[in-house]
């Protein structure tokens, strides 16, 4: 054999063939030329981290893709960069705590939710306080407290978790 056919060789093994497609940081920008997404793209899919970003040049999400589904934590934000919601994604859906800002950033409600739909307890805050509890089951609200004494009652406090 050559000794140029056996570099050729030796860096299809190392590198693989042409055809092959490995994972590269993927940008997209919007018309004005404004950074629109960045992330991770194998295979043509979305994976690990990404961000989003409005058409200001604000973020507006940032989480983690697997398979090209949103995957385990996000954060979502307004063009104003203040946070709306955060929560966990498990094969594209919303599941477990999720928290829900109002316009100023501060915790509006908490929800437990499981494939994407209210399941569970809802803590609801006024001003930063706890001001209700609601139970929920498959979206369908079944029961609404607004004293922890009434709540504690008919519920557990490690059903919250």
């Not at 860096?11 to 992330?39: N, Q």
């Not at 919601?85 to 594209?92: L, P, Q, R, V, W």
């Not at 569970?120 to 706890?130: F, V």
């Amino acid at each position: 054999m050559s000794a140029k056919l056996l570099i050729l060789i030796a860096v299809f093994l190392m590198y693989g063939t042409p055809s092959e497609k490995s994972a590269r940081y993927h940008k997209e920008y919007y018309d004005t030329g404004e950074l629109k997404s960045e992330g991770w793209l194998e295979n043509g899919k979305k994976k690990g981290y990404w961000k989003f970003y409005h058409t200001n040049g604000r973020l507006s999400e940032e989480g983690r893709y697997k398979n090209n589904t949103k995957d385990k934590y996000w954060y979502f934000y307004t063009k104003n960069n203040i946070r709306t919601k955060e929560g966990h994604y498990k094969n594209g859906k919303k599941t477990g705590w999720w928290l829900f800002y109002d316009l100023k950033g501060r915790i509006d409600h908490k929800c437990q939710l499981n494939n994407g739909r209210k399941n569970g307890y809802c803590l609801k805050y006024k001003n930063e306080k706890l001001t209700s509890a609601e139970k929920y089951k498959n979206g369908e609200k079944i029961k609404e407290w607004f004293d922890f004494s009434s709540f504690n009652r008919e519920n557990k406090l490690s059903d919250l978790r």
